[in-house]
């Protein structure tokens, strides 16, 4: 049956999402807001972590609240060194410093999971006292067994849950004696929650309002496992609860657990207690979600910052080091799934502040777009003072081995060529010439039109510049244009060799600004040395 739905059906839900939003947002300043970013250190940071970052943060810095850092680590497995400190590093970078974390301490520390290991313990007991979870004990090779047992071409992948889970080696099955018994002698077990079954489990999102689940379709998910970690899921609940979280802002990826997470929250602490939820839109690549291999096949970063895989050595190359801002970084990931309501782009991380709200954040997924995101650098290349790229740029350059250290001539460089670069890395090609010579000389350019005239004026020319101060660009170029004439050569003709001398290829700000800023000397020598490579053999 098809259903049409009419405008005016529309504009009512749209007003009942508005007002349960508004309603949540007024709540949420009744109560202090405390938000928390959870990342489990397991390798590179995503743009769509950081992104998750910067709404919490804006919503936290909005409300006048804390914006807590807690390390997710209890997959042991997973554990990667040096993944926590590139994290922090990465917020560094961007300028999203929390409030509470492992490295700046809080009043509800600790802030890594691994080190709260026996808190759990306490809740998931309660949890088995009160029939909302359930020792097992079943090996790998019976877990096997039941899959393989139940495996159809409908059910790929059977899950432990209530239609397996009394046909199984746990507490519901055994006698209360030998579950002792087995507690007593070690055998491995781990603690599941028992999903009841034909209920509904529902909760309003910010972003997308009422979100319901048919908890029959939810397995029995391990909440402690055998080396006596929580999982995710019990650890997200007690602490989301222990830190006073007040709401809870995460990926879209994690909308399937939430069903779970709802049940604990109802089960512990009870669901007012429960933080408001909101999960961010995914961020889409070319092929759907953005990856890492993405990155790779196209060309673009897509960690904020190079990541080296310590068990490969492979390098992600990241947004920092590929030259992009911090504050274009952060502007470009604001609009990745929010807008404002008008045709703005371009905000500084306070205005963002000022402007941020979760009901214009979009539910559905926001298209990464890399030229966009170049624009965005290039925006903020032109609009930042001179003063403070001055120090970025120089890390640019020293990076290709030109120290500068004339920082009055660098800024004058930057202020002249700054219009022409999306990337601080263009920087190195914008800016090198001013300070060593080129590299690659694109003789090519001049080479089939060269002839005796042109070496004629060329080392006129530089006999004028030797002999001559030039007060100004201005007044070079018009000697420049005056000694052309003399010698009937179109200022067109000598113009564009004149800049391959100096600067190697076609490319710059105004030739004589170059010319001017190198001063009399280097131009002189820039000019007498390709005339020798020009000379015919
Ligand atoms: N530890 C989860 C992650 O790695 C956090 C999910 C959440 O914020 O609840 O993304």
């Given amino acids: 049956m098809i259903t049409?739905?009419?405008?005016?059906?529309?504009?009512?839900?749209?007003?009942?999402?508005?007002?349960?939003?508004?309603?949540?947002?007024?709540?949420?300043?009744?109560?202090?807001?405390?938000?928390?970013?959870?990342?489990?250190?397991?390798?590179?940071?995503?743009?769509?972590?950081?992104?998750?970052?910067?709404?919490?943060?804006?919503?936290?810095?909005?409300?006048?609240?804390?914006?807590?850092?807690?390390?997710?680590?209890?997959?042991?497995?997973?554990?990667?060194?040096?993944?926590?400190?590139?994290?922090?590093?990465?917020?560094?970078?961007?300028?999203?410093?929390?409030?509470?974390?492992?490295?700046?301490?809080?009043?509800?520390?600790?802030?890594?999971?691994?080190?709260?290991?026996?808190?759990?313990?306490?809740?998931?007991?309660?949890?088995?006292?009160?029939?909302?979870?359930?020792?097992?004990?079943?090996?790998?090779?019976?877990?096997?067994?039941?899959?393989?047992?139940?495996?159809?071409?409908?059910?790929?992948?059977?899950?432990?849950?209530?239609?397996?889970?009394?046909?199984?080696?746990?507490?519901?099955?055994?006698?209360?004696?030998?579950?002792?018994?087995?507690?007593?002698?070690?055998?491995?077990?781990?603690?599941?929650?028992?999903?009841?079954?034909?209920?509904?489990?529902?909760?309003?999102?910010?972003?997308?309002?009422?979100?319901?689940?048919?908890?029959?379709?939810?397995?029995?998910?391990?909440?402690?496992?055998?080396?006596?970690?929580?999982?995710?899921?019990?650890a997200v609940v007690v602490d989301d609860h222990e830190m006073k979280i007040s709401h809870a802002f995460r990926g879209e990826e994690w909308l399937p657990s939430a069903p779970v997470h709802v049940l604990l929250w109802k089960y512990l602490f009870g669901l007012d207690a429960m933080p408001q939820w909101a999960h961010f839109p995914l961020i889409l690549g070319p092929s759907g979600k953005l990856s890492k291999r993405d990155g790779a096949k196209y060309g673009f970063p897509v960690f904020a910052m190079n990541w080296t895989d310590p068990k490969t050595g492979e390098l992600t190359e990241g947004f920092k080091e590929k030259g992009f801002l911090p504050e274009a970084f952060i502007n470009l990931l604001a609009l990745l799934g929010w807008n404002d309501g008008t045709e703005q782009e371009i905000y500084s991380l306070s205005e963002l502040v000022e402007k941020f709200s979760m009901d214009r954040v979009h539910s559905a997924g926001a298209k990464f777009d890399y030229e966009k995101a170049k624009w965005f650098n290039h925006e903020w290349i032109k609009k930042l003072n001179t003063g403070y790229l001055l120090p970025k740029v120089k890390v640019v350059l020293a990076a290709k081995n030109i120290e500068v250290d004339d920082d009055a001539k660098l800024s004058t460089v930057i202020d002249l060529v700054k219009d022409r670069c999306t990337l601080l890395t263009d920087f190195d090609e914008q800016a090198a010439y001013f300070f060593k010579e080129p590299k690659i000389m694109e003789l090519h350019a001049?080479?089939?039109?060269?002839?005796?005239?042109?070496?004629?004026?060329?080392?006129?020319?530089?006999?004028?510049?030797?002999?001559?101060?030039?007060a100004d660009p201005h007044q070079m170029e018009e000697q420049f244009k005056e000694l052309a004439a003399s010698m009937q050569l179109k200022p067109g003709e000598v113009m564009m060799p004149f800049r391959i001398m100096l600067v190697g290829g076609k490319f710059g700000p105004h030739v004589f600004d170059i010319a001017h800023l190198l001063g009399k000397g280097e131009t002189v020598k820039r000019i007498n040395e390709v005339l020798k490579m020009l000379e015919p053999a």
């Fill in 4 to 234: 049409s739905i009419g405008s005016s059906q529309i504009l009512q839900t749209s007003i009942v999402i508005a007002i349960a939003i508004a309603y949540i947002c007024r709540m949420s300043t009744d109560k202090k807001v405390r938000v928390r970013f959870a990342p489990s250190p397991t390798g590179g940071l995503h743009l769509g972590g950081v992104r998750t970052v910067l709404y919490n943060y804006l919503f936290a810095k909005k409300y006048g609240g804390d914006f807590v850092v807690r390390i997710e680590d209890t997959d042991q497995t997973r554990f990667v060194p040096g993944a926590e400190e590139y994290i922090f590093e990465c917020l560094k970078w961007c300028g999203l410093y929390p409030d509470e974390s492992v490295v700046n301490g809080g009043e509800y520390r600790p802030y890594r999971q691994s080190e709260r290991k026996e808190r759990y313990k306490l809740y998931v007991e309660e949890l088995v006292a009160e029939g909302h979870a359930y020792y097992a004990f079943d090996t790998p090779e019976q877990l096997e067994e039941m899959r393989n047992k139940n495996r159809t071409d409908e059910n790929p992948s059977p899950q432990y849950d209530y239609k397996v889970r009394m046909q199984m080696r746990n507490s519901l099955t055994l006698s209360g004696e030998e579950v002792h018994r087995l507690i007593r002698s070690n055998t491995p077990y781990v603690i599941r929650i028992k999903m009841p079954q034909n209920e509904t489990v529902s909760f309003t999102d910010m972003i997308r309002g009422e979100v319901s689940f048919d908890t029959s379709l939810v397995d029995d998910k391990v909440l402690l496992k055998a080396d006596g970690m929580p999982t995710y899921h019990l």
């Fill in 446 to 470: 001049i080479q089939p039109k060269w002839n005796e005239t042109k070496t004629a004026f060329f080392k006129e020319w530089a006999s004028v510049l030797f002999s001559k101060d030039f």
